[in-house]
T-cell receptor, first 113, second 112 residues
Framework: NAGVTQTPKFQVLKTGQSMTLQCAQD?????MYWYRQDPGMGLRLIYY???????DKGEVPNGYNVSRLNKREFSLRLESAAPSQTSVYFC????????????FGSGTRLTVV | ELKVEQNPLFLSMQEGKNYTIYCNYS?????LYWYRQDPGKSLESLFV?????AVKQEGRLMASLDTKARLSTLHITAAVHDLSATYFC????????????FGTGTRLQVTL
């Protein structure tokens, strides 16, 4: 039972490079999310997908795009990485109503130099 | 603006002692979540509190929710070293799990 799987676990990018963070869940959850975690700021929502075929902006969407490829997969793309996007990125999934909480992936530690 | 405020931000406590972490949030129609994060690790779900007066317990941790006061508490009983971690509270509207808003976290250090 893998839960939520994120790849890669670590990545170093140069300013201006692009990359896609991958996320897949095997719990048949409807909703998926991308968060970033910065020191002293908790987790902030970047984008979410309440159900397959829909995506919406969260608190800090600038500089990111997302794709809900199917019910299992939700990817996050940085088109032109900036040092301010250095962070730990977490993908999560839940049932639509959230009554059983969220399941988080193991995170991607991204450094932009 | 939706806000979730935790206090204290850092807590150092001795093994065997009791303490409470407080989580204040800014709207009344919320559900409340508690998570644990070990250094360099992901977040582990501890509790989901859905209604006023809800109380849940797991081992030495007990969480409660007072929606009228917009307050949730995480009470630690007879702390042990294994409870050392960062604890986050988070809220979402009752009608959807989307837009979960996190507090800044409480780093708990349990010493011998």
């Amino acid at each position: 039972n893998a839960g939520v799987t994120q790849t890669p676990k670590f990545q170093v990018l140069k300013t201006g490079q692009s990359m896609t963070l991958q996320c897949a869940q095997d719990m048949n959850h409807n909703s998926m999310y991308w968060y970033r975690q910065d020191p002293g700021m908790g987790l902030r929502l970047i984008y979410y997908s309440a159900s397959e075929g829909t995506t919406d902006k969260g608190e800090v969407p600038n500089g990111y795009n997302v794709s809900r490829l199917n019910k299992r997969e939700f990817s996050l793309r940085l088109e032109s990485a900036a040092p301010s996007q250095t962070s730990v990125y977490f993908c999560a999934s839940s049932e639509y109503d959230g009554n059983y909480g969220y399941t988080f992936g193991s995170g991607t530690r991204l450094t932009v130099v | 603006e939706l806000k979730v405020e935790q206090n204290p931000l850092f807590l150092s406590m001795q093994e065997g002692k009791n303490y409470t972490i407080y989580c204040n949030y800014s709207t009344t129609s919320d559900r409340l979540y508690w998570y644990r994060q070990d250094p360099g690790k992901s977040l582990e779900s501890l509790f989901v509190l859905l209604s006023n007066g809800a109380v849940k317990q797991e081992g030495r941790l007990m969480a409660s929710l007072d929606t009228k006061a917009r307050l949730s508490t995480l009470h630690i009983t007879a702390a042990v070293h294994d409870l050392s971690a960062t604890y986050f509270c988070a809220r979402s509207p009752l009608w959807t799990a989307s837009k979960l808003t996190f507090g800044t976290g409480t780093r708990l250090q349990v010493t011998l």
